[in-house]
């Protein structure tokens, strides 16, 4: 590779052309998160608990993967950013990694590199393990903490969906309150920081944080050697590394573990309090408080007894370590609660009694008293700095794509040795009042990151009225997030590498009736947001494979896929609607102007949502279509110059741009991907404040897409793309303004 497809210029991607790029894409696949064989879906159980697995075949299958790239490319996304699992590599114990995983992660690669897709690679996880209710670690980290994963059910060190009694009632969103109980509380704690709050967790000859996090780095480090010796993937389709999936803290910080922290937004379900989830854990019964998540957030609805009886979730001390052929240091003793062995709490007494309550409040070392701030600029960037350094080692020019944890601070590397000029931020962002409810609120939202920065005296005081303001909520919360990226990491690109919707809304009411509008909705207020946060990109969350309606993504009852193997595709024909009768097809034809006023009334939104999709298209049996009118947009890919704005405005079937061009360059154009969808050949009206332009179609491999180049000279210039009417003053000047239409192979 002579030179770089992209590179790291500033706050810019930039490729060989000096073309600022805009990175629009999408998480491919989330069936990658659980093994192919044996079949752990999370809705499965039987041979849950099996340390022999393979992701072979994750996140597709090799047959199936031009048609699932084609898909993708099709729908103009020019990013992936792709999920594996340390799981996936190291599986059967440390060390060993599975070659036969590798080679069809290799394989899928070059399957990818001929569609020209921008590839960075995810070591994803979710709440530690699968076995602790997510996705990432293997099993054999559990055990090497000293944790019993059989005894998670009982003990309610984690709330499993493959060990639910009754996996279809899987309370939603539940899966997220893992963070917050013993497992993984316990396993981040210890990955972090256990060397200062757990010296006496030894195992061959090291500390477990040292052993988790050298085993972690070393995977991540032979994929990265594999897929640089591969000879055609690195730089040329896999261009960057992110660092691990929304990292949070543990027990890091707790000040007081005996109640539950105030940062802790959700409950849901029992909510014990760190103590009470470490006094469980030993095989004791605690009364703990219930939750539920109402209009408002959550609220307490009971107490309970939770009694396991005896169990532990912790191993037994007559547990084998020669299982996995390490050795564990006398001084940790198993049958016992790693905590109180540190003097956390004293469980010989008829009554569980705490000793410690501010334990993990402070740097044992320094005194320096934790937060989530001082965990991300101490504890992260350690573990950062290492996994950086290892991947470089392998792949010196690749970028780095750095992700601390999600909705909170950044660390601070401006203008410090950490300030890596080939580095990205990695950012987060859900509309939380949507994904939990699964509910589009048109009448009110919350203004989350300003709670979060402490910018309203009381959460009433965030509340946004009405969905004009809502949006205008979520598109200042992501420039937010952006601003404060460039004063806390320093002037380099931001992208939201996760961001999305859920689809199953109001007790999947689209999959019944076919009425998608809502979820039009949401998802067009997301991705509004996303054009006006001035940020380089963003990869949509998520592409799944075997989504369907009864299990959505497979995954913890999750259904945010763009695709499902169980919809309908919608096909657009010429009718009384059609744009040759002189609609715009547009956003009106899927409620997106209805006014304000009629938020109350549920018979206009029906009449209204009949009288226009109905009328316009014809629904049958097909595969792609998701509410597609809201992300298959016209953006921008190549500017030449610097991208001062963009939008595309649904309800008027109107893009427009901006851009600060720096030097006249007749032989390099800006380039938008104009999606047919919306912008049909001749019916596509163009106005720009300068130059010349022509729209086309570029053929990647198998699929042609439409593009609109332009051709502009030096300074601040503008471009609008507005679909038009047959036989209208602006189709009749269409011909007169533009170079010509032509195909681009």
Not at 184 to 206: E, H, N, S, Y
Not at 214 to 236: M, N, P, V, W
Not at 258 to 274: C, F
Request: one cysteine or more; aromatic letters at 12%; a negative charge.
């Amino acid at each position: 590779m002579s030179q770089l497809r992209v590179r790291v210029e500033g706050q810019s991607f930039r490729d060989p052309l000096n073309r600022e790029i805009t990175l629009r894409g999408i998480n491919v696949a989330g069936d990658a998160k659980y093994p192919k064989t044996p079949d752990l879906r999370s809705h499965n159980a039987q041979g849950f608990f099996d340390a022999d697995v393979s992701f072979v075949g994750k996140p597709f299958s090799l047959e199936d993967a031009d048609i699932h790239f084609q898909r993708l490319q099709k729908w103009g996304y020019n990013t992936i950013r792709y999920i594996f699992t340390w799981e996936a590599i190291e599986h059967a114990g440390p060390k060993i990694y599975d070659e036969d995983w590798i080679d069809f992660t290799i394989e899928i690669l070059r399957v990818a590199k001929k569609y020209g897709f921008y590839i960075f690679m995810d070591p994803h996880q979710d709440v530690w393990s699968r076995l602790s209710g997510g996705s990432g670690a293997p099993t054999w980290t559990l055990y090497a903490a000293g944790l019993n994963p059989r005894s998670f059910k009982n003990t309610q060190a984690a709330l499993v969906h493959n060990t639910w009694d009754n996996p279809a009632e899987f309370p939603k969103m539940l899966w997220c309150t893992n963070y917050t109980r013993l497992a993984c509380q316990t396993m981040f704690t210890l990955f972090w920081a256990g060397r200062d709050f757990a010296p006496k967790a030894v195992i061959d000859g090291v500390n477990i944080q040292d052993y988790l996090q050298s085993h972690f780095i070393a995977a991540c480090k032979y994929l990265a050697t594999r897929i640089q010796s591969a000879g055609d993937l690195e730089g040329d389709v896999v261009i960057g590394w992110e660092s691990m999936n929304e990292p949070h803290k543990g027990l890091i910080g707790n000040q007081d573990i005996s109640s539950i922290p105030s940062e802790q937004h959700l409950q849901l379900g029992t909510s014990p309090t760190a103590f009470q989830a470490m006094v469980i854990g030993s095989g004791r019964s605690c009364v703990v408080k219930t939750w539920a998540f109402g209009t408002f957030g959550p609220y307490q609805t009971d107490k309970v007894v939770i009694d396991p009886k005896g169990e532990q979730a912790w191993l037994s001390a007559e547990y084998d370590d020669c299982q996995y052929g390490w050795h564990r240091d006398p001084g940790w003793r198993l049958g016992e609660c790693l905590w109180a062995q540190h003097g956390v709490w004293d469980p010989s007494q008829s009554k569980p009694t705490l000793l410690q309550k501010d334990y993990f409040s402070r740097n044992p070392l320094t005194g320096e008293l934790l937060d989530y701030e001082a965990f991300t600029n101490s504890y992260f960037l350690n573990h950062y700095r290492a996994y950086k350094d290892a991947i470089r080692s392998v792949c010196g020019c690749t970028i780095m794509f750095c992700q601390p944890p999600v909705m909170e601070l950044p660390p601070n590397l401006k203008g410090t040795a950490d300030d890596d000029p080939n580095m990205v931020h990695a950012a987060h962002f859900y509309d939380g009042l949507t994904l939990l409810t699964k509910h589009w609120n048109r009448l009110y939202n919350l203004d989350v990151i300003g709670l979060l920065r402490g910018k309203y005296l009381a959460p009433p005081f965030a509340i946004k009225i009405g969905e004009t303001l809502i949006r205008k909520s979520l598109r200042r919360q992501l420039k937010f997030l952006r601003d404060e990226s460039l004063e806390h990491m320093g002037p380099h690109p931001l992208i939201f590498t996760e961001i999305g919707i859920p689809y199953d809304m109001d007790d999947k009411h689209a999959y019944k009736t076919g009425d998608y509008s809502s979820q039009v909705r949401a998802m067009d207020a997301n991705h509004f947001a996303l054009e006006g946060s001035t940020a380089n990109g963003f990869t949509l969350w998520v592409y799944v494979a075997e989504n369907n309606h009864q299990w959505g993504d497979q995954w913890n009852g999750e259904d945010l896929s763009i695709y499902s193997q169980d919809d309908l595709k919608l096909q657009v024909r010429p009718s009384s609607g059609s744009a040759e009768s002189g609609s715009t097809g547009c956003s009106k034809d899927h409620l997106i102007n209805v006014e304000e006023e009629e938020f109350g009334s549920l018979k206009a939104l029906k009449r209204l949502f009949t009288s226009f999709v109905f009328s316009q298209a014809t629904m049958r049996p097909g595969r792609d279509h998701r509410a597609m009118e809201a992300w298959l947009r016209p953006a921008p890919v190549y500017t030449n110059g610097r991208l001062e704005s963009y939008t595309f405005d649904l309800k008027k079937c109107t893009f427009t741009m901006r851009l600060i061009a720096n030097q006249a360059a007749p032989h390099t154009p800006s380039e938008i991907y104009l999606p047919e969808f919306h912008f049909p050949m001749g019916y596509t009206s163009v106005t720009v404040s300068g130059g010349e332009w022509e729209i086309c179609f570029q053929e990647f491999h198998t699929v042609k897409l439409q593009y609109l180049r332009w051709w502009h000279g030096e300074g601040a210039v503008e471009i609008k793309i507005k679909k038009t009417k047959r036989g209208s003053r602006e189709h009749a000047a269409l011909r007169k303004h533009h170079r010509s239409q032509c195909m681009m192979m």
